[in-house]
Nanobody, 113 residues
Framework: QVQLVESGGGLVQAGGSLRLSCAAS????????MGWFRQAPGKEREFVAS????????YNTAAVKGRFTISRDNAKNTVYLQMNSLKPEDTAVYYC??????WGQGTQVTVSS
């Protein structure tokens, strides 16, 4: 059974940092592209970042370039999202995704101004 468990969310002031983690189980982690998405109140869920199975390629949406970094540790079956220079507009529920079709439950990130 596939499981994706996010952690690391919380309340932080603008300019601060958080590191999200997504612990995966129930599938062969090393063969799947993983990603992070987010959904702000009243908005659609949007892509944030993704990383290929080997970690050799990563992709970020323009809104987080230079501030967020996605990484993975295949030995720990975990994908991370390091978020620096956070802005109030980064406030959202952040979801881990196993491409193409499986989501975690999400973790709340709130950035105060």
């Amino acid at each position: 059974q596939v499981q994706l468990v996010e952690s690391g969310g919380g309340l932080v002031q603008a300019g601060g940092s958080l590191r999200l983690s997504c612990a995966a189980s129930g599938f062969t982690f090393t063969t799947y592209t993983m990603g992070w998405f987010r959904q702000a109140p009243g908005k659609e869920r949007e892509f944030v970042a993704s990383i290929t199975w080997s970690g050799s390629s990563t992709y970020n949406t323009a809104a987080v370039k230079g501030r967020f970094t996605i990484s993975r540790d295949n030995a720990k079956n975990t994908v991370y999202l390091q978020m620096n220079s956070l802005k109030p507009e980064d406030t959202a529920v952040y979801y881990c995704k196993k491409f193409p079709n499986y989501w975690g439950q999400g973790t709340q990130v709130t950035v105060s101004s």
